[in-house]
């Protein structure tokens, strides 16, 4: 693709925002506090919180996984991940207001205000090392990955180049400002997010293959993939994107942005909120705008796509140079940035660099919180100053974007990361949901639900496919893993001693978790889900209808 001026002046103006943004960020709050740094002195409102959850939540990949959902799988086939605003808004009604209420740091910190003793140091300690380093470092590189492929495409440069460049932007402008810097600067990317979203939508759908919006919703092939639901007919189409994921995914799979009860860079930024209202509207504004508003541009230009660049060869044709082998449905996306004219080009390419950007950014603060709060200081400096915590949370920042850029280049597959990271955490959903109230669950119960979890998802990629003929679809390994886990950490709870009646007494104290307000917020959260899915559907029939 060819830049002029104006695409050089759009990222131009995009980069030096992006670093003017913290600067500034970073002069309002209290230089070199640890609150100020991790928590923003809770001085976040609820819009901005919502914002920056959505703006972490879209990453580089985004637009080429709708796309690719919407070519293979219609419209219905986003049930997969659709199913995750039932654990939103169970985490907006019922969770919100007991994270804000524990006064903890991180959701790791929640270990040792939940459950006693050195199982419970434990936990903290490796969950600290799981999910801030290991985990941490997969997800970081499976975005730069995508970053790679569009990057190359898009500007023609080398890999390193864009490693340096992400590395290099992403922890300038996450450390100089600390949360709030982080938090200010995703409202400004997730804006150019979707400005960029819009253009290449609207040139997509005019452009002369398509012809309009009426010839687009009109071709057989896109109608075909117009339906909101998977149609029963299909049977494995109808479980694995639909059953599964509403009947059981939602509830009992950890998986970073949508975890049972909220985790992770969701209650990271619950936390900077002003009261509890503001951690409870932040989340609610996150689940609107994540489900209902945001990936609408790129439902449309998925849509645009299938007529556009109707099979694999077709795309291959727009990337001649690139090898075959990579060229896939989520390369669609990539393809219709072609249709973009120079000017708005700009504008595009910097969306896709902020996607990248605020993506990075959450992680690299979220881990590093991790790091210092959760392991360096527990562990090892408990009366570190609030300015060695800083510097060791910048320092932590660095290697880990370092370690991401070493790994990115190394891997083949986003999907089947994806896959295993899913598998990784199915059957410890429930536990994030009961531990908050039903005190029989201890440390050891989540410490096995943790390593068998992971043992079964290791067995079913690795080992299964040496040892047995029959192949398993991704729904039937997941089942099988909630399943073996779900009976180890049961075995585990009823077979292990309860946590000590003290420590279950000041945890009761501190969350002050009234049954009452539960059943209330389950209702809310029944009530808001199915009017948002409501929504959902009738925004689709409003959009199909101009034709």
Known sequence: MTFNWLDWLAMGGFFALLLLIPVFAARMGKSGSSQEYFKSANSMPWWLIGVSMVAATTSTNSANLFTEIIRRDGMSGNWVWWAFLLTGMLTVFVYSRLWVKSGATTDIAFYELRYGGRPAAFLRGFRSLYLGVIYNLVVMAVVLLGAIKLGVIIFGCSATTILV????????YSCLGGIRGTIYTDFFLFAV???????????????????????????????????????????????????IPVAVQWWNVWYSGSEPGGGGYIVQRMLTAKTPNHALGGTLFFNVLNYAIRPWPWYVAGFASIIIFPDLK??????????????????????????VPNGWLGVVAASLMGALFSTIAAHLSMGSNYIVNDLYKRFFRKDAGDRELVLAARVSAALL???????????????AGFDLMVQVGAGTGIIFLLRWFWMRINAWTEIVAMAVSFLCACFFQLVWPHVSDVQLLFWQKLLWTILVTTVAWLATTFATKPEAPETIAKFRALVRADGRDVGKGLLKMFVVSVGLYAFMYAVCRLVYAFR
């Open 165 to 172: 460049v992400t590395g290099v932007v992403s922890l300038l």
């Open 193 to 243: 997010v979707m400005v960029g979203a819009l253009a290449v939508m609207v040139y997509g759908v005019n452009h002369p293959t398509v012809g309009g919006w009426s010839a687009m919703m009109s071709n057989p092939e896109v109608v075909a993939k117009l339906d909101f639901f998977p149609k029963l007919s299909n049977s494995d189409a109808f479980i694995a994107v639909f059953a």
């Open 401 to 415: 974007m370092v370690a991401g850029c070493l790994l990115a280049p190394l891997l083949e597959s986003a999907k």
């Open 314 to 339: 077709s795309i291959q044709a727009a990337f001649p140079g690139v090898d075959p082998s990579l060229v896939g449905h989520d390369m669609a996306y990539p393809a219709m940035i072609k249709c």
